[in-house]
């Protein structure tokens, strides 16, 4: 992982530590040598991922942390957050809201007012806060987009930064994560496994993507070097067109890749995602570049040729 270690026996307080990446992420600081603070709702689900190693902590966002649970930590992340991939009504919109925005200003909230030797705050954001750029190339100081999650990304980042007065503040944008057992991936295989793989409307959109591994490196790599900070665009270097990753795919797949599924069926299916499906982001991951980051899958047929064939459960 870059080729950094962690100083032994640092403490860090993870948020969301039993969900997609947070499962990546965990074994990973472990192996690191960090002590780990889990938060999560359900602590029969974390002692299942985590039996050993790891200390629970059973956290409802609605309400304060749990009494010295910041005692000695030296990091706090914040991977919280409903999944995006659901059908969007008023009320799921309202969760992808509050399960970002609510659960960081709880965070903020108490390292700013407790008395705690934390060091750095990383709560992670995601592209969509770019919203639909078109063909236009978006880095760090693009503006903020004007949709849904576009909003929910601008807030959520402000209330992050709200604790670098305190700490370092490290906030990296994600773009679609390729990971077999969670996210993008295991929505789209099935379709091209029945030979019903296709794109969402014409397939021009650009999808900037980033393999989990990577996300797990960055994570590392900017726990460990102090001079990181700020907004971070995580993003592969090599954005793809939707059309060119449904080709990848059906490659490696030995299926065809034929279907083009209209918006408005997109929208009878996802409601308000079929939005953000058919956005296009051509994002540079401009900042980790000029840092020195290494990235272990800069081209997207590796990345995917990791994950399909390492598992069979896809």
């Not at 065809?256 to 982001?281: E, F, K, M, N």
Request: glycine letters at 10%; hydrophobic letters at 45%.
């Amino acid at each position: 992982m870059q080729g950094l270690l962690a100083e032994p026996g640092r403490c860090l307080v993870v948020v969301g530590g039993t969900g997609g990446l947070g499962r990546r992420l965990v074994p990973a600081l472990v192996q690191q040598g960090y002590r780990l603070r889990l938060l999560v709702r359900s602590l029969s689900k974390a002692v299942r991922l985590f039996p050993a190693g790891v200390e629970h902590y059973v956290w409802d966002s609605r309400r304060e942390l749990p009494e010295r649970v910041l005692d000695g930590a030296w990091g706090v992340l914040n991977f919280a957050g409903a999944p995006i991939a659901r059908r969007w009504t008023p009320k799921y919109r309202q969760i992808i809201l509050e399960s970002r925005v609510a659960t960081t200003q709880r965070l903020v909230h108490a390292l700013l007012s407790a008395q705690h030797s934390v060091q750095v705050f990383l709560s992670v954001s995601a592209i969509g806060y770019y919203g639909d750029c078109g063909e236009k190339e978006c880095d760090e100081d693009t503006p903020a987009g004007m949709d849904f999650l576009a909003s929910v990304c601008q807030r959520w980042e402000e209330a992050a930064l709200m604790a670098a007065e305190r700490v370092r503040v490290i906030i990296p944008r994600l773009g679609v994560v390729l990971d077999r057992q969670a996210g993008f991936l295991p929505h789209l295989v099935p379709s091209f496994r029945v030979f019903l793989g296709g794109m969402p409307g014409n397939g021009q959109q650009w999808v900037s993507w980033i393999h989990w591994s990577d996300v797990v490196s960055f994570v590392l790599w900017g726990l460990q070097i102090p001079t990181v900070g700020g907004v971070y665009n995580v993003v592969a270097p090599h954005a793809v067109r939707f059309r060119e990753l449904c080709q990848a795919l059906g490659c490696l797949l030995q299926r065809p890749c034929w279907l083009r599924i209209p918006v408005w069926g997109l929208r009878l299916r996802y409601g308000g995602l079929a939005d953000t499906l058919t956005a296009s982001q051509r994002v540079l991951p401009r900042k980790v570049t000029e840092a020195g980051f290494n990235f272990r899958f800069p081209k997207l047929m590796e990345a995917l040729r990791e994950e399909l064939t390492e598992s069979d459960s896809l």
